[in-house]
């Protein structure tokens, strides 16, 4: 059983950071990759970073720049890395353990945690 729990979120101001972390734990046999993904209210919930198992990086355009995902060298934690966050960031944030083929293809969800950025 493979688990996963994200730490991290809150309430800041544009412009400000955060920094998420997600704790996993379990037999992950072959879903080596990791990713984070966010959910804004009504919305559907969209990848946000993805990481491989040897630690290559894809980030979606709305965040390269600002965002970075990064890993333990376990790969037992990803961290998301969030800077200059702005009101449309906000929303909820899921991390991913899966695997990193052509595309990111997601196994495992943690619970989620909330960011807000509001002024």
């Known amino acids: 059983q493979v688990q996963l729990v994200e730490s991290g979120g809150g309430w800041v101001q544009p412009g400000e950071s955060l920094k998420l972390s997600c704790s996993i734990s379990?037999?992950?046999?072959?879903?080596?990759?990791s990713a984070w993904y966010r959910q804004a209210p009504g919305k559907e919930r969209d990848l946000v970073a993805a990481i491989t198992g040897l630690g290559a990086t894809r980030h979606e355009p709305a965040v390269k720049g600002r965002f970075t995902i990064s890993k333990d060298d376990g790969g037992n934690t990803v961290f998301l890395w969030m800077n200059d966050l702005k009101p449309e960031d906000t929303g909820m944030y899921y991390c991913?353990?899966?695997?990193?083929?052509?595309?990111?293809?997601?196994?495992?969800w943690g619970r989620g945690v909330q960011v807000t950025v509001s002024s």
């Open positions: 379990g037999n992950r046999g072959r879903d080596t990759a």
């Open positions: 991913s353990a899966g695997q990193y083929k052509v595309f990111y293809e997601p196994t495992y």
